[in-house]
């Protein structure tokens, strides 16, 4: 089955410093990637949406200059939280929209951020 | 953008009795409702899915119903096991552009 791999799972970084979170589908193409963020004990929330060659877009009240997005290949899409802070820690996970068969979503086991 | 309801936020069952979980949508452009399972620590995964087209979907102890005029559907386990136990997400989208997702329901299955 279609499945996306998702790294790291478990960063750790200094309040200031900019960490990176790569979603890659493994063995199928992907042109359309999500992002969701998760806090503990509640809901996925769309950040915004990764399109292959073309820019990101975003939700409403997400920072597209705190959260830089990359969708350089049918295959990876990257989350980059720069300049990261404590309130920035959170569950990130990405996902990934199969084209063909049941259109369905499939996600990454996500990426534990916690910024000190 | 669409906004995505589900109730209960948590469910307690007897092992054997069903549980229902419902979710209201608000864009009638939505035309397609995948309802997710969570367990701790884990990745969401896929169990079961209906289109606007259908009103009624059903795998095994586990169904799916769709009101479009209402804009509610609901999932229905039968028979539950300790192993239904996790955080069931209902989620909603549009020709499949975007996903919103409901607030989570915890389901307890009591032995």
């Known amino acids: 089955g279609a499945v996306v791999s998702q790294h790291p799972s478990w960063v750790i970084c200094k309040s200031g410093t900019s960490v990176k979170i790569e979603c890659r589908s493994l063995?199928?193409?992907?042109?359309?990637m999500f992002w969701y963020r998760q806090f503990p004990k509640q809901s996925l929330m769309l950040m915004a949406t990764s399109n292959e060659g073309s820019k990101a877009t975003y939700e409403q009240g997400v920072e597209k200059d705190k959260f830089l997005i990359n969708h350089a290949s049918l295959t990876l899409s990257t989350l980059t939280v720069t300049s990261a802070h404590p309130e920035d820690s959170s569950f990130y996970i990405c996902s990934a929209r199969i084209l063909s068969g049941a259109n369905v979503l499939t996600f990454g086991a996500g990426s534990r951020l916690t910024v000190l | 953008g669409e906004n995505v309801e589900q109730h209960p936020s948590t469910l307690s069952v007897q092992e054997g009795d069903s549980a229902v979980i419902k979710c209201t949508y608000s864009?009638?452009?939505?035309?397609?409702f995948p309802w997710y399972k969570q367990e701790l620590g884990k990745r969401p995964q896929l169990i079961i899915d209906?289109?606007?087209?259908?009103g009624e979907k059903k795998d095994q102890r586990i169904a799916v119903t769709l009101n479009k005029t209402a804009k509610h559907f609901s999932l229905h386990i039968t028979e539950t096991q300790p192993e239904d136990s996790a955080v069931y997400f209902c989620a909603a989208s549009g020709n499949f552009n975007k996903f919103y997702f409901g607030s989570g329901t915890k389901l307890n299955v009591k032995p």
């Open positions: 864009d009638s452009a939505s035309n397609y």
């Open positions: 063995d199928f193409q992907a042109t359309t």
């Open positions: 209906i289109r606007s087209n259908v």
